[in-house]
C-alpha cells in the first residue's frame, strides 16, 4: 500500500516536472502557488513567536519576520547584489522610498530592511488570513487607498509618531505594483511626510525583475535583483511649497538609478 503511494506521488511529481518544463503557464502558476503558499506556512508558524517574544503588534516583530523571509530567496534562485547600506545609518527617523514591481519585493524589502522601520500598505492587505496577522503585528501602518481624506489623516499620524519613537517608515512612492522595468509617476504622500516631519528621505533602487519575472509572458525563473540604497536626501529647512521639487528630484534619481542597475540605457 504505502508503496503504492509513494510511485503515485513520484507520477505526480514527474507530471508536473514535464508539464512546468513543456509549458510557462504551468511554471508560472506553479511557483507563485508555492510562494503563495511559503508565506502562508512561514506566517502560520511566525505568528506565535512573534507573540510570545514581543507579546503583541510592534516594529520589533519586523526582525523575526525578517528572518524567515530571507530564506524565501532560496527556493526560487533569487540573488541579491546589495550595495549602500551605510546610507540607512542616519541619525533619527527617515522616510525610505523605493521602486514597487511585484509581489516578490517583500524578499527584497526584508534583505535590506533596517531595524525599526515600519511599512505603509494598503489596508487591503489586513483581510488576508493569517499574512494579515503576520503583517499587522510587524507593525505596518495600513492606509485606505480608496480615500483621500483617511490616507492624509493616517500619514499626519505617522509623522508625529516617526518623530517620537524613533522610527523610519518605508513608502511604496508610484502607489502600486509596477512591472514594466520603468517607473511610474511618483505621489506625493510620502514627501509631505517627510517635509512635515523634516526628516531625510532615502531612496532605494531594485534592478528590474522583467528578465527573469513578467506574469505576462507567463515568466518566472531563478534571477540576480540588484539593489543599490542612494544617499538620503535633506529635507530640513523645505516647506510644503517646495514637495514637488522634492519629488521630482527623488523621480529622476531613482529612475536613472534604476536603468543603470538594470544595464538600459537611460
Not at 89 to 109: F, K, R, T, W
Request: hydrophobic content about 45%; glycine content about 8%.
Amino acid at each position: 500500500m504505502e508503496l503504492g503511494w509513494l510511485l503515485w506521488g513520484a507520477a505526480v511529481l514527474l507530471l508536473l516536472h514535464v508539464l512546468m518544463e513543456l509549458s510557462p503557464a504551468v511554471n508560472f502558476a506553479l511557483r507563485i502557488g508555492f510562494y503563495c503558499l511559503l508565506c502562508l506556512v512561514s506566517s502560520v508558524l511566525t505568528v506565535p513567536v512573534c507573540l510570545l517574544v514581543n507579546g503583541g503588534r510592534t516594529v520589533k516583530n519586523m526582525r523575526i519576520i525578517k528572518t524567515v523571509t530571507k530564506t524565501f530567496k532560496y527556493f526560487f534562485g533569487l540573488r541579491f547584489e546589495v550595495k549602500g547600506l551605510e546610507n540607512f545609518e542616519v541619525e533619527g527617523p527617515a522616510i525610505i522610498v523605493s521602486n514597487h514591481q511585484s509581489i516578490l519585493d517583500m524578499m527584497g524589502l526584508m534583505e535590506i530592511l533596517p531595524d525599526n522601520c515600519a511599512q505603509v500598505g494598503k489596508k487591503e492587505l489586513m483581510y488576508t488570513g493569517t499574512v494579515g496577522l503576520i503583517i499587522y503585528l510587524g507593525g505596518v501602518i495600513f492606509i485606505n487607498r480608496k480615500s483621500t481624506t483617511s490616507a492624509r489623516m493616517v500619514m499626519a499620524e505617522v509623522a508625529k509618531t516617526m518623530v517620537a519613537d524613533n522610527v523610519k517608515v518605508w513608502v511604496y512612492p508610484e502607489g502600486t505594483r509596477n512591472c514594466t522595468g520603468d517607473l511610474l509617476p511618483f505621489k506625493k504622500g510620502a514627501f509631505h511626510l517627510a517635509v512635515q516631519a523634516q526628516v531625510p528621505v532615502i531612496p532605494v533602487v531594485y534592478s528590474s525583475f522583467t528578465t527573469f519575472y513578467n506574469p505576462k509572458k507567463n515568466l518566472f525563473t531563478s534571477g540576480k535583483i540588484k539593489v543599490e540604497v542612494l544617499p538620503p536626501i535633506e529635507t530640513k529647512g523645505l516647506t510644503s511649497d517646495d514637495v514637488s521639487d522634492l519629488t521630482d528630484r527623488c523621480f529622476r534619481t531613482m529612475r536613472e538609478t534604476l536603468f543603470r542597475l538594470s544595464g538600459r540605457p537611460s
